[in-house]
Every structure is written in structure tokens, then in C-alpha cells.
């Protein structure tokens, strides 16, 4: 029998009763060893290569991990000190991105663009105090296909002093597949064939590194899912059935709550969906973008009932640049297949494209505004796709020209998604937005920090074969 959650603010408290009460829970809800820094928290992210049990293989894949906990999932205060110190055990150079959160340019963790690659053996400390509350997650930005094909993300909760007391139950539920045999081999993370279409897809689907895992919960809890993709390729449609859970914030920003069922999460895309649990049964959590919907979590309804609450599920809202769309510039950003773009083509032949064999794709299908990023490395520029000024507005058109979605992200800001003409989209402050095939879609944004912001599609093999360029805020 579960008891009624009580609502623990303190990430050592909360550690403590998740490890009492429960039991059959998923995952770990909060970070391993952190330790209090006046009120921030400094953690160590240790990336190594890991051996770990995959649900159904007979013996342990090579997975790469900042922890031993798979996902890592952070939880830190909005506006507190913040300190990661990334120590490199892989054979790799790498760097931690900090998807969606709007870090100082210097922490956005982009090789060769905001920082010297972490080589093996060596460290880095990111340093920040998260500005916006929300759902998070990070990961490097080089070889990404390999790396989070062999797990390296981890999630990052920045938590609202605003929303105390509002859930009985808030819970990360990674998605993630796994390219993996029964013998816990993995197959190639990528394919030419898969690259240039859709991606290519993992066969093992899992939430919180299980099959199916389960949540338990008490009668008439106030649930909250942070539901994280972190699958490089895999867009789900989250189906919740019959049960009404809504989205309450997308991509961490509190939105005015829309059903869930029919929202759909594309790569790196998050979706913090609130319901209250029923009498008695389980709430299932499926993908409905298949012929018939894949369940990947259940929560299980048990024990006697919570208090009674009436304080409503929507979250205070987000606190966020508000563009000014009658002086913004629009500017075109056109997603298409590859083409060789003659000036990329001389740029490349000028600079001799250095040839780290680590960081660096011939393969190009893919292009924004026909510049096809050259290469999957950033060791060095090509032009920008545009000039911004710090603190002017703009909305950028996303005209998908391919036959295939793409999830766009755009790093260090969070832009408001307009919609389009095709389909009704609700409006939602997002970092990254999907934008299906022949779709004009609009996102406004106030320019913020100078800096070189990646723009670039998140089905990773299509920003590692071109889908990729930078604004340049001055
Ligand atoms: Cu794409």
C-alpha cells in the first residue's frame, strides 16, 4: 500500500522518502551526490562508459552515463547557484548542453563555439543560476548520435518556490529507445538510409531505462509527469486514454493547460502533463503514433485516498521575453534536403575542414536556407543564418520544404510558437518546436545574450548530416 505523497521541497528530503515510500517506484528522482552551496548545489557529472542490464538483454550494454543512476535526474532551485563539474572518462572529447535553459553563451556548451572541447581526462565547471523554472535536460553536442544512443543525457527539474504544495506526485518520465541487441550489443546508431529520411529508429522503447515501468499513486493525488524525449529520433503522440490529463507546460514553461492526448513530443521536446488520479485502476501512458498505442508507463492507482484539493493544476506563468510582433523582423528560415551550397563548398575547400574523425560528417542531406552545415563538428564557422540584435524582436518563419517533420531547436532562448495555417497548434512558449512536413510555422523571440546561438533540427542524424546553423545576436 502507497501512502498519500507528502509534497517535499528539499531535494535530501525528498530522496529519503522516495526511497522509503516507493518502492516500486521508476526512477530516481533526484540527483546523486550533491551538495549545498550557499542555497545552490554543486554536482559532479562523471562521464564514463558504464555496464548496465537493458530490460530483455542477456548481458550489459556499454552505456555512457554521467552517474550511476540512469537517467540522472537533477532537481535545483530557480535563481540558485547552480555548479556541474564535468570530468571527461570517455575516450571522447565532449562538452554538457544545457538544452532549453538560457544560460550565459559561455556555459551553452558547444565546442569549439562557446568553449574548448573537454578532452579526455580533463574537466570543466559549469556555473549558472537557472533564470526560468521548469522541465530540462542536457547532453554534449558533438558525436551526439553515438552518445545519447548509448544514454548520455540526464535530466535537470529547475523547481518553482511557486508551485509548493500544488502536486502530491511529480515524477520525470524519460523516453528513450535503445538500439540493442539480445546479447546488449549495440547496432549502428545511425544509418545512411535512416539519416536521410526519417531517422533511424530504436527497437527497445523504454521509460526510465524500463519496459512499461510502473508509478504508484494514491486515490485522488495530484500527479504531475515531466515527461522528457530524449530519444534522438522518435516523435510519440502521448495518449492517455480516457483519463483527462492536461499539458500544463511545454518544454518546462507553464501554458494555458490543453489536453494531452494528441500532443505530439518530438525529439528533445518535453511536456509536464498534470492529472488527478482516479478511484481506483491505472492510468496508461502510450504512444498512439502507431497502428495500435504502445504502452510506455502505467500509474498505478492504490491505497487510501489523499485529502482533497482544490488549488488547480495550471502552473503560475511562465516569466519569459515577450516579443513585440509589430516591430519584429521576419526573417525565412527554409528547412530543406541537402544541396551544395557553393559558397559552404568554398568555404570548405579555403579553411581545409579539419578532419576530427570524432566530430566530422561527409554525409549531407539536410540544409537550412540551403546552407548545408559541413560537417558535424563546429571547429569552425561557416557564416551565420542571420544577424540579430540583442533585445529586438523576431519572428522566424519555418518553412518545412522535406517530407519529413523536424523538430527545431534554437539554443539560449525560448520563443513563443505563433502556430501555422494548416493546423491548430494552442500558442505555448517552447525551445523547440515540430514542424511537419510543408508546414509554415511561426516563433517569435526577443534576441537575448550576443553570442552564436545553434539553430538546428533535433532528429540528431538530420543536424549531423546539415540541418544546422547559428544566429548571431551583437
Ligand atoms: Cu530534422
Not at 563555439?113 to 580533463?122: A, D, H, I
Not at 543525457?153 to 520525470?172: N, S
Not at 571547429?379 to 518563419?397: D, M, T
Request: hydrophobic share 45%; aromatic share 8%.
Amino acid at each position: 500500500m502507497v501512502a498519500p505523497t507528502p509534497h517535499l521541497r528539499s531535494p535530501i528530503g525528498r530522496r529519503r522518502f522516495l526511497a522509503g515510500a516507493l518502492a516500486a517506484a521508476v526512477l530516481p528522482a533526484v540527483a546523486p551526490p550533491a551538495r549545498a552551496e550557499g542555497a545552490g548545489v554543486r554536482v559532479a557529472l562523471v562521464a564514463r562508459e558504464r555496464p548496465r542490464l537493458l530490460p530483455g538483454c542477456a548481458a550489459p550494454s556499454l552505456l555512457w552515463t554521467y552517474g550511476e543512476d540512469w537517467p540522472l535526474a537533477l532537481r535545483v532551485a530557480r535563481g540558485a547557484p547552480f555548479a556541474a563539474t564535468l570530468r571527461n572518462e570517455l575516450a571522447d572529447h565532449t562538452t554538457v548542453h544545457w538544452h532549453g535553459v538560457r544560460v550565459p553563451f559561455a556555459m551553452d556548451g558547444v565546442p569549439w563555439v562557446t568553449q574548448p572541447p573537454v578532452l579526455p581526462g580533463e574537466s570543466f565547471t559549469y556555473r549558472f543560476a537557472p533564470p526560468d523554472p521548469g522541465t530540462f535536460f542536457f547532453h554534449p553536442h558533438c558525436n551526439t548520435m553515438e552518445a545519447l544512443g548509448r544514454g548520455l543525457a540526464g535530466v535537470l527539474v529547475v523547481e518553482d518556490p511557486r508551485d509548493a504544495g500544488r502536486f502530491d506526485v511529480d515524477r520525470v518520465v524519460a523516453l528513450k529507445d535503445w538500439r540493442v541487441r539480445a546479447d546488449g550489443a549495440f547496432d549502428a546508431f545511425s544509418t545512411d538510409t535512416g539519416a536521410a529520411r526519417a531517422g533511424t529508429f530504436g527497437d527497445l522503447r523504454t521509460a526510465n531505462g524500463r519496459r512499461v515501468p510502473e508509478i504508484a499513486v494514491a486515490p485522488g493525488d495530484r500527479v504531475r509527469l515531466r515527461i522528457v524525449n530524449l530519444d534522438p529520433t522518435r516523435a510519440p503522440l502521448l495518449d492517455f486514454g480516457p483519463v483527462p490529463a492536461m499539458v500544463i507546460a511545454t518544454d518546462g514553461n507553464a501554458c494555458t493547460p490543453f489536453r494531452a492526448t494528441g500532443w505530439r513530443l518530438g525529439p528533445a521536446m518535453r511536456a509536464d502533463v498534470a492529472f488527478v488520479a482516479p478511484p481506483r485502476g491505472t492510468v496508461t501512458l502510450a504512444d498512439g503514433w502507431a497502428a495500435a498505442p504502445v504502452p510506455l508507463a502505467r500509474i498505478v492507482v492504490a491505497g487510501a485516498p489523499a485529502a482533497a484539493s482544490r488549488a488547480p493544476l495550471a502552473l503560475p506563468p511562465a516569466e519569459l521575453p515577450v516579443p513585440d510582433l509589430r516591430r519584429a523582423e521576419t526573417l525565412e528560415m527554409a528547412l530543406l534536403a541537402g544541396s551544395s551550397d557553393p559558397d559552404i563548398e568554398k568555404w570548405a575547400r579555403e579553411t581545409g575542414m579539419s578532419a576530427d574523425a570524432l566530430c566530422l560528417s561527409r554525409r549531407i542531406f539536410w540544409s537550412i536556407n540551403r546552407r548545408a552545415w559541413p560537417g558535424q563538428g563546429h571547429e569552425r564557422l561557416p557564416p551565420p543564418l542571420a544577424e540579430l540584435k540583442r533585445g529586438r524582436s523576431y519572428v522566424l518563419e519555418l518553412f518545412n520544404g522535406t517530407p519529413h517533420i523536424h523538430p527545431m531547436h534554437l539554443h539560449g532562448h525560448t520563443f513563443r510558437v505563433l502556430g501555422t495555417a494548416g493546423r491548430t497548434v494552442p500558442p505555448h512558449w517552447a525551445d523547440t518546436v515540430l514542424v511537419e512536413p510543408k508546414e509554415r510555422m511561426r516563433i517569435a523571440f526577443v534576441a537575448g545574450e550576443p553570442g552564436d546561438w545553434m539553430f538546428h533540427c533535433h532528429i540528431i542524424e538530420h543536424q549531423e548530416s546539415g540541418m544546422m546553423g547559428y544566429l548571431r545576436v551583437s
